[in-house]
């Protein structure tokens, strides 16, 4: 029979759920697998918002950070990143080079009531909606569960918001939601498996994978 004597703090954290939980936690990755656009994109589509009058419930995406979420895997053990390298690959393999079209700004729940603001992209060829559905069927093939199963609603989070909205930003939101907005196609060639760490000024992010389609 073998004993091990484990380090005096490994022994606390097993002892205690709240600390074995928070150690689980540390020893994860919250991860999730995107499209980066280029510089110009990012740029414009973000300047949108730029209208809107000050409000410190409007928390905007740093033009950075700006990105497609195609899969949000989430709070992964780090051992199961090869597994997540290997779906991407497998996933995407098929599809090729695809060009995303700029659509509309709008809001979750609606532009009247809005939690998120984004603004909708589109694929016309149907490969982006090919590779999602071949993305999520290969990680669950090697049963890596995804927390978010809605539907998938290609779009960039622009800003959230965390608190009522002062009077005069529901109408300009309309107003920008109205127009027509000039943002060039962009050409998509690869995909990005990304870790996201959360902090207080919100998510850095980090690229783990890059598949060149």
């Known amino acids: 029979m073998f004993c091990f004597d484990f380090p005096l703090e490994i022994k606390r954290i097993y002892h205690s759920p709240i600390l074995w939980f928070s150690y689980s936690l540390r020893t994860m990755k ?9 510089e110009e994109a990012r740029h414009k589509t973000a ?3 730029h209208r809107l009058p000050y409000d410190r419930s409007l928390k905007f995406v740093p033009e950075e950070n700006l990105h497609l979420t195609l899969v949000f895997v989430g709070n992964t053990k780090e051992e199961r990143i090869p597994d997540i390298e290997d779906a991407v690959e ?3 393999q098929p599809i090729k080079p695809f060009t995303l079209t700029f659509t509309r700004l709008g809001a979750f729940p609606d532009i009247k009531h809005p939690h998120v603001i984004w603004f909708g992209l ?16 290969a990680l669950e093939k090697r049963e890596i569960r995804l927390i978010d199963h809605k539907p998938f609603l290609p779009h960039l989070t622009l800003a959230r918001v965390k608190g009522p909205l002062h009077s005069k930003v ?5 107003k920008i939601a109205s127009e027509r907005h000039e943002i060039p196609s962009v050409e998509i060639s690869s995909i990005e498996l990304v870790e996201s760490v959360l902090g207080r000024e919100g998510p850095t992010y980090s ?4 598949y060149l389609l």
């Open 170 to 174: 529901i109408p300009e939101l309309k």
């Open 47 to 49: 300047a949108l918002l």
């Open 207 to 210: 690229e783990l994978y890059r």
């Open 90 to 92: 497998e996933a995407a």
């Open 122 to 137: 589109e694929e016309k060829t149907g490969q982006l909606a090919s590779l999602v559905n071949h993305l999520r069927h």
């Open 30 to 38: 919250r991860l999730f697998i995107a499209i980066h656009l280029h």
